[in-house]
């Protein structure tokens, strides 16, 4: 999968993350491509690594999907915590 490809997945699965997860996040089509591609590189390092269940290069693998998603839930998860409020006390 190319560069497109990764940007197009991680574009959906940010997007897919901020559905499950609403709330105050880094808006915008930026911000939701930024968490959605690195969430799917961590989603797919946490996968090799620790599930025993390596990435394949194909855009439409459940397990890519899914790690992509979960990467970018973590991430969105972890902004909130060190960033949620930061709107809030304007």
């Known amino acids: 999968m190319g560069i497109i490809g990764w ?3 991680g574009l959906l699965a940010g997007l897919a993350a901020k559905i ?6 880094p808006g ?3 911000g939701t ?7 799917s590189f961590i989603g ?6 620790w599930l025993d269940r390596p990435i394949t ?7 890519t999907w899914v790690s992509a998603i979960g990467g970018a ?4 998860i972890v902004y909130r ?4 409020d930061s709107r809030a006390r304007r």
């Open 57 to 63: 290069t194909e855009f439409f693998d459940t397990a």
């Open 81 to 84: 915590i060190f960033f949620g």
């Open 73 to 76: 839930l973590v991430l969105l």
């Open 20 to 25: 499950l997860l609403p709330g105050r996040d």
């Open 28 to 30: 915008g089509l930026v």
């Open 33 to 39: 491509t930024l968490i959605g591609v690195a969430g």
């Open 44 to 49: 797919g390092w946490i996968s090799a690594r």
């Open 7 to 9: 940007i197009v997945l």
